[in-house]
């Protein structure tokens, strides 16, 4: 009972904090998964993944990657934060970057080197959040859509890789100069509706920290509301079986939509 306590009163205390944070500032941190000391079951999985470099150099000789490819991913898969920094400098090589990524999760199946290759996709985005202009820049040159890659993603077997694609979303979603377009952000913010189940989903944690990032933005909160996406937070908060973690979240979410004077009439 004393731990339970401990936790709830630690969700108060963090919950707080945010708040006087934005009250001081008047500005919310790009990437929540800072705020928080928890690390979901996604997190806990892409240090795992991290530790498994694929064998790039066998890609390679069975022809299943370009050479371009290959020196690229190889070169970059070994460079710390610094160096990724300074390989990244030349435009040429931030089109290839693109490209590279792009290429491999559609061509790659293997389900650990997808798995290594989209966490290190969100590593290095998180290291420079700008770098997501490196994609939007490389699908406008090619006449391409960008999110149709990740959407893809979403068809994949494996939970990890649909996750951590659903994460990679958000920060290109948030970070990026322009908005989602229409169509696109209303089937993200669906699907991630969906996901909001209180039992049975062992990733929740994780949509909840893309909620987080999506509602901070005044487009998106107005898009969330229009499907109907408060009842889906409700549903889940008002589940005792829920932890503290997800609790946190989740009220952080609704407090962000208060930011519009509109929602927050429809909330009261």
């Given at each position: 009972?004393?731990?339970?306590?401990?936790?709830?009163?630690?969700?108060?205390?963090r919950l707080s904090d945010d708040i006087n944070q934005f009250k001081t500032s008047h500005h919310l941190p790009d990437d929540l998964e800072s705020m928080s000391d928890a690390i979901g079951h996604l997190q806990k999985q892409a240090q795992e993944v991290m530790s498994q470099k694929p064998k790039w150099q066998s890609y390679?000789?069975?022809?299943m990657i370009t050479k371009d490819d290959f020196d690229f991913i190889s070169n970059f898969d070994v460079?710390?934060?610094?160096?990724?920094?300074?390989?990244?400098s030349d435009p040429n090589t931030r089109n290839q970057c693109a490209k590279t990524f792009l290429t491999l999760?559609?061509?790659?199946?293997?389900?650990?080197t997808l798995r290594y290759l989209l966490t290190l996709m969100d590593q290095f985005l998180r290291e420079d959040k700008s770098r997501v202009e490196i994609f939007n820049t490389y699908a406008k040159m090619k006449k391409e859509q960008l999110w149709a890659y990740f959407f893809n993603m979403f068809a994949n077997q494996d939970q990890f890789v649909?996750?951590?694609?659903?994460?990679?979303?958000?920060?290109?979603?948030?970070?990026?100069?322009?908005?989602?377009?229409?169509?696109?952000?209303?089937?993200?913010?669906?699907?991630l509706k969906e996901q909001l189940k209180p039992q049975g989903n062992e990733y929740l944690?994780?949509?909840?920290r893309c909620l987080q990032m999506m509602l901070r933005i005044e487009p998106y909160r107005?898009?969330?509301?229009?499907i109907d996406g408060i009842p889906s937070i409700?549903?889940?908060?008002?589940?005792?079986?829920?932890?503290?973690?997800?609790q946190y979240q989740l009220i952080f979410c609704l407090w962000v939509l208060t930011f519009n004077r509109n929602i927050a009439t429809i909330m009261t």
């Amino acid at each position: 009972m004393t731990h339970l306590t401990q936790e709830k009163d630690a969700v108060v205390r963090r919950l707080s904090d945010d708040i006087n944070q934005f009250k001081t500032s008047h500005h919310l941190p790009d990437d929540l998964e800072s705020m928080s000391d928890a690390i979901g079951h996604l997190q806990k999985q892409a240090q795992e993944v991290m530790s498994q470099k694929p064998k790039w150099q066998s890609y390679f000789q069975g022809q299943m990657i370009t050479k371009d490819d290959f020196d690229f991913i190889s070169n970059f898969d070994v460079l710390n934060a610094e160096g990724r920094t300074k390989l990244l400098s030349d435009p040429n090589t931030r089109n290839q970057c693109a490209k590279t990524f792009l290429t491999l999760m559609a061509k790659l199946f293997k389900q650990q080197t997808l798995r290594y290759l989209l966490t290190l996709m969100d590593q290095f985005l998180r290291e420079d959040k700008s770098r997501v202009e490196i994609f939007n820049t490389y699908a406008k040159m090619k006449k391409e859509q960008l999110w149709a890659y990740f959407f893809n993603m979403f068809a994949n077997q494996d939970q990890f890789v649909v996750y951590q694609t659903s994460r990679i979303l958000a920060k290109l979603a948030c970070w990026s100069v322009e908005r989602m377009p229409t169509s696109d952000l209303s089937y993200y913010l669906a699907w991630l509706k969906e996901q909001l189940k209180p039992q049975g989903n062992e990733y929740l944690q994780s949509v909840c920290r893309c909620l987080q990032m999506m509602l901070r933005i005044e487009p998106y909160r107005e898009a969330f509301v229009a499907i109907d996406g408060i009842p889906s937070i409700m549903h889940v908060l008002n589940n005792a079986s829920v932890g503290f973690q997800v609790q946190y979240q989740l009220i952080f979410c609704l407090w962000v939509l208060t930011f519009n004077r509109n929602i927050a009439t429809i909330m009261t």
